[in-house]
């Protein structure tokens, strides 16, 4: 695929999770914070506004919703459209959900569609972590960002040494990050590393694989969280940890 052509995309996934579809509809729509990162919660209207400036192309709570931008404001993304069917099961004590993104990116297709499915696959096992282990908690978030020396395949690995994690998910781990902590290391791939600990989810995002820094997010549901500290705390590791 040669730079600089347009090209349609869809990225599908279907799960069941041990939460009710009100559950997931609250999270998805009001409580992004809790798996992604904060977002404007869209109007709730057919045709109403929703994040970054999309519009509301269904609205059927707790059964559907999508948006759709036609107008993302990247330069490597013209169309983006995002829509949730949750439908019950065990008499609404469980739900399946699909979730659907498409769109169009406009350059470097292979490499923005790979990025974009594994990314997905990782939020969406981390809104399951959500559901199944703290909702329907507040969240307080915070995040990251690696040097420039982080933008590396190879820097994951890095990192993940310095956290003495292993590859094996589902371990019980002691993680030397900020300041040591016990965790169960819930997700683990060569890009992307999910920690979960009594009150948090912290996850790590190893972005080099498509040419971008180190990423580190925390999804933290205890009262009194102070985002600023944990930021401060985790941007000082990364730095440390890639000689900045």
């Known amino acids: 695929m040669s730079q600089g052509t347009e090209k349609e995309f869809e990225i599908v996934r279907e799960f069941e999770v041990d939460a009710t579809p009100e559950q997931v509809w609250e999270t998805v729509t009001r409580n992004t914070g809790a798996y992604l990162w904060p977002m404007e919660a869209p109007e709730p209207r057919l045709g109403g506004s929703g994040p970054f400036g999309s519009t509301v192309t269904a609205w059927d709570p707790p ?60 939020y969406l096992h981390t809104l399951r972590e959500y559901l199944v282990h703290f909702a329907p908690r507040a969240v307080t978030f915070s995040s990251a960002e690696g040097p420039a020396a982080s933008a590396t395949p190879e820097a994951l690995a890095v990192v993940a040494r310095e956290l003495g994690v292993g590859e094996a998910a589902g371990e019980r781990v002691s993680v030397r990050g900020p300041r040591e902590f016990e965790a169960v290391l819930d997700y683990r791939t060569p890009e992307f590393i999910g920690l979960r600990t009594e009150h948090a989810l912290v996850r790590v995002f190893g972005r080099g694989r498509w040419g971008a820094p180190v990423g580190i997010s925390v999804h933290d549901f205890a009262e009194g969280a102070d985002p600023k500290a944990t930021e401060a705390g985790w941007q000082g590791w990364l730095d440390g940890v890639f000689g900045k």
Not at 65 to 82: E, H
């Open 63 to 122: 059964h559907r919703y999508t948006n759709l931008s036609d107008d993302v404001g990247m330069a490597v993304q013209s169309r983006n459209q995002l829509d949730y069917t949750v439908e019950p099961r065990d008499e609404g004590r469980r739900a399946w959900v699909r979730y659907v993104h498409s769109g169009i990116f406009v350059d470097d297709w292979e490499n923005q569609y790979d990025g974009a499915g594994r990314h997905t696959d990782f």
